[in-house]
C-alpha cells in the first residue's frame, strides 16, 4: 500500500507540493485565491510559476501548456517549451507568472458559434488556480478558462465557476436566514464513467467504429446481456491489466478512482471516482477519459466512448452525482429527522423547484446524436425528466402537501437468516434506477448524461436554476424580516407551497414503461425524444432570463452554444450517413453478390453433376439474397435522396429537424435490411467482424 499512497497525486501540483516548495507567505495567498477567490497578484503568479516550474522539470517535464475545454467539449493544449536562448548559444528554462496566467493561442479552428469570428481569432487562456496543474506526458499542464478578446466565454469551465459562484451566494444568504455564518460553498461531482472495450483487431476492420464511434451496421449477437452474467461478474485478465494501469495513471494525476467492475452490456465497464469539487471533478473526467482512450492501445484493445456503440444492447451514461457542499458538509444530508431538518427541506424544496422549472434545459444540457440512441430505449431513462425520491423523503412530501401525518420508515434490521453474518440496517431510499434524477441517500443522481458528455452543462444548469429557487426563496422570507418561529413557520410555509406547486416532477414509479410516458403527458411535463426537438429550449425567452439574472452567460454566449451544438449534431448524422452509403456501395453490396454468385455457381455445378438434384433450398436461398440486395438497393437510393435533399439546407434549426425526423429513420431503415442479409450470408463472404466476433473476445 506503501506505493499507492506514494504514487497517489505524484504528478500534481496540488496543496501538499505547494506548501513544500513556496514561501509560507506566497502559499497563503496562493491559498486565499484558492479557497477565497481573491484576485492574485503578479508578484505571487511569479513565485508559483517559478516553483511550479522547477518542480515540473525535476518531474522530467520540458512543456508547458494551458489546458482548456473549448465548445467541443474535449479538452484543447498547445505545447511550449520552457527553453529561453540566452544569446551566447546557450539556454534556460524559464516560465514566468505572466506566461502561467495567460496564454494567446491561436484558436481561430476551435468551434466558437460565430463568437469570435474567423479574422478575430484572438483567444485567451487564463489560470484556473482552483483546479490543480498536473504534469502529463512530460507536458505540465495548466487547467484555463479560455474567452474571447472581448471577454466571452469560449469555453466549458467558465460557465461552470460562474455557476457555482451563482450557488454560493444564494445558499449564503439561505445559510443567513437560519443564522449562520458566510461561509465557503462548494458544488461536489463524482461522475461514473462507463465504457467499451473492444480489441484492436476487430475495431480496424470496422469503418463505421473508425469513423464515427458507433456500428452503424451489425445483427444482435446470439446472446445479449439476457443472461446478465456480464454485470459485477469477473473481469477477464486483458482487461484487468488495463484496468490496473489506468488506476496507476490516474492515481498519479491525482484522481481519485475508487470503482471498478464490469456493466451490464457484454464488454461494458465502469470506473467511479470519489466525488470531488464539480470544477476540478469535471478536469478529472476529462482526464480519465483522455487516459482511457490512450491506454487501451498498451493491450491490444481499443476503448469506446460513444454512447450507443451497439444496437440491441446497453450503451454508456455517465451518472452526475451532485450535492452541495458548505465547509465540507453535504447540504442533502436529511440527516436521522429529515421531517424536523427544515434548513434540508428548503434545499429540497429548491431542488424540486429547480428541475421542474428547468427540466427541458436539463434535457437539452445532455443532448447528443450519440445520447439520442439512450434516452428512452428502456435502458436508460426516458427523454422526460422526473425525479425519484424514495421512500422516506416520499413519506416527508406527502405529509407536507397533504393533512395526511407522518409516518417515518424506521430503519429496518435485515435478517439475513444466516448467524455467522452480521445483520445489517435496510437502507431507507431503496434504488430506482429507471429514474433520470434520484435522491441516492444524501445527493442527487442525475442519470441522463451520455458517456461521451463533458459534464460541465449539465451542472451549470442544475447550480443556476437551483440558484434561482434559493434565490426565490430568500427573497421572501428577506422581505418578511421575521427569526425565530416565525421565520420556521413562514420558511415551513414555503416549503409547502413549492412541493405542492412543482409535485408533478415527481415519480417513484417504473421510468423505462409505457404508461409513463402517457401519464408525464398528462402532467404537463416536457419529452423532447431528439436533439433537434431538445436544443431550441437553450434559446429560449426564459432561458436567457435565468442565465442572465444570475452571470452565467450572456445572450450571445448562449446563441453561440447553440450554434455549436446544432452543427455538431448535423456535421455528426452527415458523416454518419456518408459512412453508411460508403460502406454498403463498397462493402456489403459487393460481398452480398459474390456470395449471391457464388450460391449460383454452386447451383449449376451440382445440377451438372446430378440433373435430379434437389435444387429448392439453394434456389430459396439465392431468391432470399436477390432481394435482399434489391431491398438494400432501393433503401440506399432513399437514403442517398434524403440526405442530398438537405445538404444545402443552411438553416442549421430546419436541417437538425429534417435529420432527426427524416435522414435517421432513412438510415435505420437501410441498417435494417443491411442486418437481415448478414445473418443469411455464409461468414467467410461477410466482410466486417459480427457482434459476436466483437463482443465476445477473450
Ligand atoms: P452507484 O450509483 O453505482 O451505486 P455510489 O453510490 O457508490 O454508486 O456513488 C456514485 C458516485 O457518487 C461516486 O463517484 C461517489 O463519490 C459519488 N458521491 C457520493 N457522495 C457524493 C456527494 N455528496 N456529492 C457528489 N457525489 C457524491
Ligand atoms: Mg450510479
New binding site residues.
Given amino acids: 500500500m506503501a506505493r499507492v499512497s506514494e504514487l497517489y497525486g505524484s504528478m500534481v501540483f496540488n496543496e501538499h507540493t505547494m506548501q513544500e516548495r513556496l514561501p509560507s507567505v506566497t502559499y497563503k495567498r496562493l491559498l486565499k485565491t484558492m479557497k477565497e477567490g481573491q484576485p492574485l497578484d503578479l508578484d505571487v503568479a511569479n513565485e508559483v510559476a517559478h516553483a511550479m516550474k522547477e518542480w515540473a522539470i525535476e518531474k522530467g517535464a520540458t512543456h508547458y501548456t494551458h489546458w482548456f475545454q473549448p465548445l467541443s467539449g474535449i479538452t484543447s493544449e498547445k505545447h511550449d517549451s520552457f527553453l529561453e536562448p540566452l544569446g551566447d548559444g546557450r539556454a534556460i528554462m524559464s516560465f514566468s507568472g505572466k506566461e502561467l496566467i495567460k496564454g494567446e493561442p491561436d484558436a481561430s479552428s476551435l468551434s466558437s458559434g460565430g463568437l469570435r469570428a474567423t479574422f478575430e481569432a484572438r483567444g485567451y487562456t487564463v489560470w484556473d488556480p482552483t483546479s490543480y496543474a498536473f504534469i502529463k506526458d512530460e507536458v505540465l499542464c495548466i487547467p484555463t478558462a479560455f474567452c474571447s478578446y472581448t471577454g466571452e466565454a469560449l469555453d466549458k469551465k467558465t460557465p461552470i465557476l460562474r455557476s457555482m459562484a451563482a450557488v454560493e451566494e444564494q445558499v449564503n444568504r439561505v445559510l443567513a436566514l437560519f443564522g449562520e455564518e458566510k461561509q465557503r460553498v462548494i458544488t461536489?461531482?463524482?461522475?461514473?464513467q462507463e465504457y467499451f472495450l473492444i480489441s484492436e483487431e476487430t475495431y480496424a476492420q470496422r469503418q463505421d467504429l473508425i469513423m464515427t464511434g458507433r456500428t452503424l451496421f451489425g445483427a444482435a449477437p446470439c446472446k445479449g446481456q439476457e443472461l446478465e452474467e456480464h454485470y459485477f461478474g469477473a473481469i477477464r485478465p486483458t482487461v484487468n491489466e488495463y484496468m490496473k494501469e489506468l488506476d496507476d495513471e490516474l492515481w498519479a494525476l491525482g484522481v481519485p478512482a475508487?470503482?471498478k467492475h464490469n456493466e451490464t452490456a457484454p464488454a461494458q465497464h465502469e470506473l467511479?471516482?470519489?466525488?470531488t469539487n464539480t470544477n476540478r471533478a469535471i478536469d478529472e473526467n476529462l482526464l480519465t477519459m483522455e487516459k482511457m482512450r490512450l491506454l487501451a492501445s498498451h493491450h491490444g484493445l481499443v476503448c469506446l466512448q460513444h454512447e450507443k456503440p451497439f444496437e440491441g444492447i446497453n450503451g454508456s451514461g455517465k451518472?452526475n452525482?451532485?450535492?452541495i457542499?458548505v465547509a465540507g458538509k453535504?447540504l442533502?444530508d436529511p440527516g436521522a429527522d429529515p421531517m424536523h431538518n427544515l434548513r434540508f427541506l428548503v434545499l429540497l424544496a429548491g431542488v424540486v423547484q429547480a428541475v421542474d422549472d428547468y427540466q427541458e434545459l436539463l434535457r437539452m444540457s445532455v443532448a447528443s446524436a450519440g445520447n439520442d440512441h439512450r434516452l428512452g430505449a428502456h435502458e436508460a431513462p426516458p427523454a422526460i425528466v422526473s425525479i425519484f425520491l424514495g421512500d422516506e423523503l416520499d413519506a416527508v412530501v406527502e405529509a407536507l402537501t397533504t393533512e395526511h401525518g407522518y409516518e417515518s420508515s424506521d430503519p429496518i434490521e435485515m435478517d439475513l437468516g444466516v448467524e455467522a453474518l452480521p445483520n445489517i440496517i435496510k437502507d431507507n431510499t431503496d434504488?430506482n434506477r429507471t429514474s433520470p434524477f434520484a435522491f441516492?441517500g444524501?445527493?442527487f443522481?442525475f442519470r441522463m448524461p451520455g458517456s461521451s458528455v463533458n459534464l460541465s452543462d449539465c451542472n451549470m444548469v442544475l447550480n443556476t436554476a437551483m440558484a434561482k429557487s434559493l434565490k426565490e426563496f430568500a427573497d421572501e422570507m428577506e422581505e418578511l424580516q421575521v427569526t425565530g418561529e416565525v421565520f420556521e413557520e413562514a420558511a415551513l410555509a414555503y416549503v409547502r407551497r413549492t412541493l405542492k406547486d412543482h409535485q408533478r416532477i415527481i415519480f417513484n414509479g417504473n421510468g423505462y414503461s409505457d404508461d409513463w410516458e402517457e401519464e408525464a403527458a398528462r402532467r404537463g411535463l416536457a419529452n423532447n425524444r431528439t436533439t433537434a426537438d431538445a436544443l431550441p429550449c437553450l434559446v429560449s425567452k426564459k432561458t436567457e432570463e435565468l442565465f442572465t439574472e444570475f452571470g452565467v452567460l450572456s445572450p450571445t454566449e448562449i446563441f453561440s452554444r447553440y450554434e455549436v451544438k446544432l452543427e455538431k449534431y448535423n456535421k455528426l448524422i452527415n458523416i454518419e450517413a456518408l459512412v453508411m452509403e460508403r460502406m454498403v456501395q463498397r462493402v456489403y453490396l459487393p460481398a452480398i453478390n459474390n456470395y449471391a454468385s457464388e450460391v449460383a455457381q454452386n447451383m449449376t455445378a451440382i445440377h451438372n453433376a446430378c440433373v435430379t438434384a434437389d435444387l429448392h433450398s439453394q434456389e430459396h436461398l439465392l431468391n432470399r439474397l436477390v432481394k435482399g440486395i434489391s431491398a438494400i438497393n432501393n433503401r440506399l437510393q432513399d437514403l442517398y435522396h434524403i440526405h442530398a435533399d438537405i445538404a444545402d439546407m443552411k438553416d442549421q434549426q430546419k436541417r437538425a429537424n429534417k435529420n432527426a425526423h427524416e435522414v435517421i429513420p432513412a438510415m435505420d431503415a437501410l441498417r435494417a435490411v443491411v442486418d437481415d442479409m448478414e445473418n443469411v450470408v455464409g461468414s467467410e463472404h461477410w466482410p466486417v467482424p459480427t457482434y459476436n466476433e466483437m463482443l465476445f473476445y477473450v
Avoid: D, I, V, Y
Fill in positions: 461536489t461531482l463524482g461522475a461514473e475508487k470503482t467511479a471516482p470519489l466525488f451518472h452525482n451532485w450535492s457542499s453535504n442533502f434504488r441516492t444524501n445527493k443522481e
